[in-house]
C-alpha cells in the first residue's frame, strides 16, 4: 500500500506541475512565436495526458480476479505505462523534430523572446520541484538502493514513467532557455529550431529507454533479487521444509505470485503434510504482504 500510495503522489505532483507550466508556455508561444516554446508546451500536455493514463493504470489493477483474468489485473499498469513511453516518443518527440525542421526552413524570428525566457525559468523551477517531489517518493520505497540501481531493479512502472518524464523536462526546458536566449542574442532563428530538435531527440532517447525496460514487465518479469533472496531465505529456514528444489517468481503489478517445488519434512500422514504447507503459505504472506498468489508442490529431490 505503502509503494502505491508513493506512486500516487509522484503522479499527482507531476500532474499539477505540468498543468500550470503547459498553460504558461502555450501562451509565451503565440506571443513568442519560438518554435522551441510551442514543442515545449506540447511536451508538457502530453505528460498531462500521460499523468492521467497512469491514475487509469493505478485503478485498473485494483480490479478483483475473475473467470477471464485469475491472477488479478495488476499487469495492467504495466500496459499503460508503455502507452505513455510511446506518446512520449511520438506527440512529444516526432512532433518537437518536425516543428524544429519546419522552423528551419521557415526562418521565422523570435518576438518578444525575454517572455519566453521569464516563462522557461519559471517552468524549470516548477518542474525541479515535480521532479524532488517525485525522487522524494521514490526514497521511501528504493531502501538502501542507489537511483539508477533502482531504475534497473524497479518493478513499480509508474514511479518510473514519471521520474523519467520530469527528467526528460528538466533537460528539455534548459534546451529551449539556452535556444531561445541565442536566438535573443544572436538575432539568428536557426538556433531555435535547433533547440526545438534537440528537446525532441531527448524526448525519443528517454521513451526508447523507458520502453525497454516496460518492455520486460510486460513479458513477465519476476519479483526483484532482494525479494526473491528474502522469500528463499523464508521457505529455507522452515521446519516443514527439508529444501527448496525451484522456485519461480512473478510480478503483476504491487502483487507478486510465487510457484515453490519443495522437499518437505517426512510426516505421518497426508493431513500433516497439507497443514505444513498452509502453514508456510500463510508465513510467507505475513512476512511478505505483497505476495497474493502461492502455488505450492511438495516433492523428491532426484
Same mark, same amino acid.
Given at each position: 500500500?505503502?509503494?502505491?500510495?508513493?506512486?500516487?503522489?509522484?503522479?499527482?505532483?507531476?500532474?499539477?506541475?505540468?498543468?500550470?507550466?503547459?498553460?504558461?508556455?502555450?501562451?509565451?508561444? +503565440?506571443?513568442?512565436?519560438?518554435?522551441?516554446?510551442?514543442?515545449?508546451?506540447?511536451?508538457?500536455?502530453?505528460?498531462?495526458?500521460?499523468?492521467?493514463?497512469? +491514475?487509469?493504470?493505478?485503478?485498473?489493477?485494483?480490479?478483483?480476479?475473475?473467470?477471464?483474468?485469475?491472477?488479478?489485473?495488476?499487469?495492467?499498469?504495466?500496459?499503460?505505462?508503455?502507452?505513455?513511453?510511446?506518446?512520449?516518443?511520438?506527440?512529444?518527440?516526432?512532433?518537437?523534430?518536425?516543428?524544429?525542421?519546419?522552423?528551419?526552413?521557415?526562418?521565422?524570428?523570435?518576438?518578444?523572446?525575454?517572455?519566453?525566457?521569464?516563462?522557461?525559468?519559471?517552468?524549470?523551477?516548477?518542474?525541479?520541484?515535480?521532479?524532488?517531489?517525485?525522487?522524494?517518493?521514490?526514497?521511501?520505497?528504493?531502501?538502501?538502493?542507489?537511483?539508477?540501481?533502482?531504475?534497473?531493479?524497479?518493478?513499480?512502472s509508474e514511479l518510473m514513467?514519471?521520474?523519467?518524464?520530469?527528467?526528460?523536462?528538466?533537460?528539455?526546458?534548459?534546451?529551449?532557455?539556452?535556444?531561445?536566449?541565442?536566438?535573443?542574442?544572436?538575432?539568428?532563428?536557426? +538556433?531555435?529550431?535547433?533547440?526545438?530538435?534537440?528537446?525532441?531527440?531527448?524526448? #525519443?532517447?528517454?521513451?526508447?529507454?523507458?520502453?525497454?525496460?516496460?518492455?520486460?514487465?510486460? #513479458?513477465?518479469?519476476?519479483?526483484?533479487?532482494?525479494?526473491?533472496?528474502?522469500?528463499?531465505?523464508?521457505?529455507?529456514?522452515r521446519p516443514e521444509i527439508?529444501?527448496?528444489?525451484?522456485? #519461480?517468481?512473478?510480478?503483476?503489478?504491487?502483487?507478486?505470485?510465487?510457484?515453490?517445488?519443495?522437499?518437505?519434512?517426512?510426516?505421518?500422514?497426508?493431513?500433516?503434510?497439507?497443514?505444513?504447507?498452509?502453514?508456510?503459505?500463510?508465513?510467507?504472506?505475513?512476512?511478505?504482504?505483497?505476495?497474493?498468489?502461492? +502455488?505450492?508442490?511438495?516433492?523428491?529431490?532426484?
Open positions: 500500500m505503502s509503494n502505491q500510495n508513493a506512486s500516487v503522489k509522484s503522479i499527482l505532483f507531476a500532474l499539477l506541475a505540468n498543468f500550470g507550466i503547459a498553460i504558461t508556455k502555450t501562451i509565451a508561444a +503565440f506571443i513568442t512565436g519560438s518554435g522551441a516554446m510551442l514543442a515545449e508546451s506540447i511536451h508538457s500536455y502530453a505528460d498531462c495526458g500521460n499523468q492521467v493514463l497512469l +491514475f487509469r493504470g493505478l485503478k485498473a489493477m485494483k480490479k478483483k480476479p475473475d473467470a477471464e483474468h485469475p491472477l488479478g489485473y495488476g499487469k495492467e499498469i504495466y500496459f499503460w505505462s508503455f502507452i505513455v513511453a510511446l506518446i512520449l516518443f511520438s506527440v512529444g518527440g516526432l512532433f518537437s523534430i518536425y516543428e524544429g525542421i519546419h522552423k528551419i526552413n521557415s526562418h521565422e524570428g523570435l518576438k518578444n523572446p525575454m517572455i519566453a525566457i521569464v516563462v522557461l525559468v519559471v517552468s524549470l523551477v516548477l518542474e525541479a520541484a515535480s521532479l524532488y517531489g517525485c525522487l522524494i517518493q521514490i526514497k521511501k520505497v528504493r531502501r538502501k538502493l542507489s537511483l539508477w540501481a533502482w531504475f534497473k531493479s524497479t518493478r513499480q514513467v514519471v521520474m523519467g518524464e520530469d527528467i526528460a523536462a528538466l533537460l528539455g526546458l534548459l534546451f529551449a532557455l539556452i535556444s531561445v536566449t541565442l536566438t535573443m542574442l544572436t538575432g539568428n532563428p536557426i +538556433f531555435d529550431a535547433i533547440g526545438s530538435i534537440g528537446i525532441g531527440v531527448i524526448l #525519443i532517447t528517454v521513451s526508447i529507454v523507458l520502453g525497454i525496460k516496460i518492455k520486460s514487465l510486460l #513479458i513477465g518479469q519476476s519479483a526483484d533479487d532482494e525479494t526473491r533472496y528474502d522469500i528463499k531465505m523464508l521457505l529455507e529456514a527439508e529444501q527448496v528444489l525451484n522456485m #519461480i517468481t512473478l510480478q503483476l503489478g504491487s502483487h507478486l505470485m510465487v510457484a515453490v517445488k519443495a522437499k518437505m519434512t517426512s510426516v505421518n500422514s497426508a493431513n500433516q503434510l497439507i497443514d505444513n504447507i498452509n502453514t508456510c503459505e500463510l508465513e510467507l504472506k505475513k512476512r511478505i504482504p505483497c505476495i497474493q498468489w502461492i +502455488f505450492f508442490e511438495p516433492d523428491f529431490d532426484e
